[in-house]
């Protein structure tokens, strides 16, 4: 069909007349107010031309509903003009005699050649325009695929060259100290940068925080609601005005802490920080076999030893203070649960005066021994630390103290002593204060004379123990304990006290048989003890008797009195 328009009249060839698509209309102008090519919009209002039709543009109309793709270039149309509207001749101008008259003439029939040939001229173009769509869709295409799957991010206001190469190298690092720390990590743990939700005044939305954010990780001991590790970042000049960043091999923080509050964790691959985040402590390292070590233990507590936990030597001693099987020790990287196959036992101990002296027992002296074997050094222990020790499951461990010719053990962890334990330093009290002061006659007999001598005795003190305060002389068995009093006899004129021999003595516990003294000193000096058993408390101590040799010695008037040695 044939485009409305002005046409040249038919029937006067100095006019232009207007055809409305359909047929020609009555209306007519000069053939000087408008050009052929250039068909003007009729204006049903006052029937005068008002707007110019622009030329047609296949450009514009093929391409306004495409997104521009900044890659494309944009269609051109052919070098040639665009097609005027094809009309037939005038009647008036190509037949000899003039057409009836008629009022309204009918509507021109446009050339069926011409209008194909036009319609192969759209064809054409419409062709070309696909054409340049589907170029510009695929390149475009990529393009915008390229840019959905990346991000810009800026670092002190500069584009961070292979913003992924930092976060790559973080999280290499993790994945190292994840496996050296015995922690564990989620499906989705990965690093971020961490970028501002308020940008700060004078900075860019895209700045990035001078840190990545990595996790979620869990160690030993962590807080489940606590894991992200920190990865400091630093910065070098790039090509083009940008900035490279480098990740620190190891993070600020030993322990994950918490997301970064006002910051959004984003990644170069849109990835987004996972929102259910499910990681469980994991459970501490084994310890090596047979492990020996001076340890923390966080928060588990042991059991009070009991009171019986005490080896006593000469001059020093130990007492088990708590002891009790754990199921781990230490805090954090530095726990550990039990090696394969063995037990834990944790305790603590204190320095106790010995028998004559407060010396504490030194490391050579102390031990733990596993089955009766020799005994291993104890670790040296500081503030709140405790031995601990891995022994097989159905071993026999100790606690010794080997010290003064005596080896003792406590059993563990029960504190148990052992059978050669000096039971006597056990109690709670080995000496008793006395109060003898009594009138006694002694008569000494030699040869050829006799003489009898009236004096006092007094016992201010008795004492229990396995040595001899010298350390010289001690009780016949472990079970056993000597028991000593200060005897002293004084006579009127005499200037210098003087004792009682061991044959003038005797003790009779309470419910038991007399016990004779002896002497353990083979010099002149008098030192008369009592072979008593451990759990000796009351008594009766008898001075009698005669002993004889030069002189013999007779007490004419014999003495008793009580001794009581709380136990």
């Known amino acids: 069909m044939t485009a409305p328009g002005w046409y040249p009249d038919p029937e006067d060839a100095a006019s232009l007349r207007y055809f409305n698509g359909e047929r020609w209309t009555g209306e007519r102008q000069p053939a000087a107010a408008a050009r052929i090519d250039e068909p003007a919009l009729h204006s049903a209002g006052n029937g005068l031309a008002t707007e110019a039709l622009p030329a047609y543009r296949p450009d514009v109309h093929s391409t306004e509903a495409l997104p521009a793709y900044p890659a494309v270039t944009r269609y051109q ?8 509207p094809y009309v037939d001749p005038p009647p008036a101008s190509e037949h000899s005699q003039p057409p009836p008259p008629v009022e309204d003439p009918p509507p021109p029939v446009p050339r069926r050649r011409a209008v194909r040939s036009a319609r192969r001229r759209r064809r054409t173009i419409v062709i070309a325009v696909v054409a340049a769509v589907l170029a510009g869709g695929l390149t475009g295409g990529w393009f915008a695929l390229h840019k959905s ?29 994840v496996a050296s720390r015995h922690g564990v990590k989620g499906p989705d743990t990965r690093c971020y ?13 895209t700045d990035v925080d001078s840190a990545l954010r990595c996790g979620p990780v869990l160690f030993v001991d962590g807080d489940a609601a ?3 590790l920190t990865f400091p970042l630093t ?3 790039a090509s083009d005005g940008d900035v490279t960043l480098t990740a620190a091999a190891q993070p600020i923080n030993a322990q994950p802490g918490l997301a ?21 402590a994991p459970a501490p390292q084994a310890a090596q076999p047979n492990t020996l070590v001076a340890a923390d233990l966080g928060n588990t507590t042991l059991p009070d030893a009991p009171s019986s936990a005490l080896m006593v030597s000469l001059r020093g001693g130990v007492r088990l203070t708590k002891a009790g099987p754990i199921d781990r020790f230490g805090t954090g990287d530095a726990a550990r649960s039990a090696p394969a196959g063995q037990q834990l036992i944790a305790f603590s101990y204190t320095s106790v005066p010995g028998q004559v002296a407060n010396i504490n027992p030194s490391a050579g002296q102390l031990g733990i021994s596993v089955n009766g074997g020799a005994p291993r050094r104890l670790p040296a222990l500081k503030g709140t630390q405790v031995v601990v020790l891995a022994v097989p499951a159905k071993a026999r461990a100790e606690f010794v103290l080997n010290a003064d010719g005596v080896r003792q053990s406590l059993a563990l962890p029960t504190g148990a002593p052992g059978t050669t334990n000096l039971a006597v330093l056990r109690r709670a009290s080995i000496d008793a204060t006395l109060a003898v002061n009594q009138p006694i006659t002694i008569k000494f007999t030699r040869p ?4 009898n001598l009236a004096g006092t005795l007094t016992v201010t003190h008795a004492l229990l123990g396995y040595w001899t305060d010298d350390g010289k002389h001690h009780a016949s068995n472990g079970g056993r304990a000597l028991l000593w009093m200060d005897f002293r006899f004084q006579a009127p004129q005499q200037t210098n006290e003087t004792g009682i021999d061991a044959p003038l003595l005797h003790l009779t516990p309470t419910g038991g048989k007399p016990i004779a003294a002896k002497d353990v000193d083979p010099t002149n000096r008098v030192f008369a003890v009592f072979d008593v058993p451990v759990n000796f408390t009351k008594g009766t101590v008898t001075v009698s008797g005669t002993e004889t040799g030069n002189p013999t010695i007779s007490v ?3 003495v008793t009195f009580q001794v009581s040695v709380p136990n």
Request: glycine share 4%; proline share 15%.
């Open 77 to 84: 149309p052919p070098a040639f003009p665009s097609p005027a």
């Open 149 to 177: 799957t990346s991000t810009t991010f800026t670092f002190a206001g500069k584009t961070i060259d292979q913003p992924a190469a930092p976060l790559r190298q973080a999280e290499k690092s993790l994945d190292a100290i």
């Open 193 to 205: 940068f961490a970028v501002p939700q308020n940008a700060p005044k004078g900075t860019k939305k």
């Open 226 to 228: 606590r894991t992200y």
């Open 235 to 237: 910065s070098t000049p």
């Open 260 to 280: 970064p509050v006002g910051y959004l964790l984003q990644r170069p691959d849109k990835r987004s920080e996972p929102s259910d985040v499910q990681l469980t």
């Open 448 to 451: 050829g004379s006799v003489t």
């Open 556 to 558: 004419i008037t014999p």
